[in-house]
């Protein structure tokens, strides 16, 4: 795997190899060995995977106590793919960082404790597939606005946004910035 350049700290952005042919292709999605090379933890409690239509929106949302990291990928179709830095003390708290995932490149996204994390779906249909470090608790779900004018996450245009309810009245950073547990 090759590891691919990312401006937030502690991000891990990874671009497999694909071995395809007029078959199809094989891509090798987690290795621990590898992981544990790029700094990826392996101790993985709980996967997950959601299916979405084009432009479903979902987040930007994280786990408060214990956290929860994620490695992240698309399985079918592409999403733009966003994290935020939620760490108070890092020289780049509330910056976000996108990329796109698709299911042909097999592009994995390292996303440690300490981040929000969302995506929108850019094509047909989406499935995102992702590895957690703790278990879900819903308990301990929390998030902030999508659209927050002052984190101003740059969303690719020409697609209607399909988003939650609670996506759209979470909070701006600004007031939930001071209770975030994360530090640096």
Same mark, same amino acid.
């Given at each position: 795997?090759?590891?691919?350049?990312?401006?937030?700290?502690?991000?891990?952005?990874?671009?497999? =190899?694909? %071995? $395809?042919? !007029?078959?199809?292709?094989?891509?090798? =999605?987690?290795?621990?060995?590898?992981?544990?090379?790029?700094?990826?933890?392996?101790?993985?409690?709980?996967?997950? %995977?959601?299916?979405?239509?084009?432009?479903?929106?979902? $987040?930007?949302?994280?786990?408060?106590?214990?956290?929860? $990291?994620?490695?992240?990928?698309?399985?079918?179709? !592409?999403?733009?793919?966003?994290?935020?830095?939620?760490?108070?003390?890092?020289? =780049?708290?509330?910056?976000?960082?996108?990329?796109?995932?698709?299911?042909? $490149?097999?592009?994995?996204?390292?996303?440690?404790?300490?981040?929000? %994390?969302?995506?929108?779906?850019?094509?047909?249909?989406?499935?995102?597939?992702?590895?957690?470090?703790?278990?879900?608790?819903?308990?301990?779900?929390?998030?902030?606005?999508?659209?927050?004018?002052?984190?101003?996450?740059?969303?690719?245009?020409?697609?209607?946004?399909?988003?939650?309810?609670?996506?759209?009245?979470?909070?701006?950073?600004?007031?939930?910035?001071?209770?975030?547990?994360?530090?640096?």
């Amino acid at each position: 795997m090759q590891r691919l350049e990312t401006r937030l700290d502690g991000l891990v952005h990874l671009a497999p =190899t694909v %071995h $395809g042919d !007029e078959r199809g292709f094989f891509v090798e =999605t987690f290795r621990a060995d590898t992981a544990r090379s790029y700094g990826i933890p392996t101790d993985f409690v709980q996967d997950n %995977h959601s299916r979405s239509r084009q432009g479903t929106l979902r $987040g930007i949302h994280f786990q408060t106590h214990p956290g929860q $990291g994620k490695l992240v990928r698309v399985a079918r179709g !592409e999403v733009f793919d966003v994290v935020v830095d939620l760490r108070r003390g890092s020289e =780049t708290f509330g910056e976000w960082e996108g990329v796109r995932l698709t299911d042909t $490149g097999g592009e994995l996204l390292w996303i440690p404790v300490g981040f929000g %994390h969302g995506f929108l779906v850019l094509s047909e249909t989406a499935d995102f597939v992702y590895k957690c470090t703790n278990y879900y608790d819903p308990a301990t779900e929390a998030g902030i606005r999508f659209d927050d004018p002052a984190v101003g996450i740059e969303w690719p245009s020409g697609v209607e946004l399909l988003y939650s309810e609670r996506d759209a009245t979470a909070p701006l950073l600004s007031d939930v910035a001071e209770t975030l547990p994360f530090t640096v």
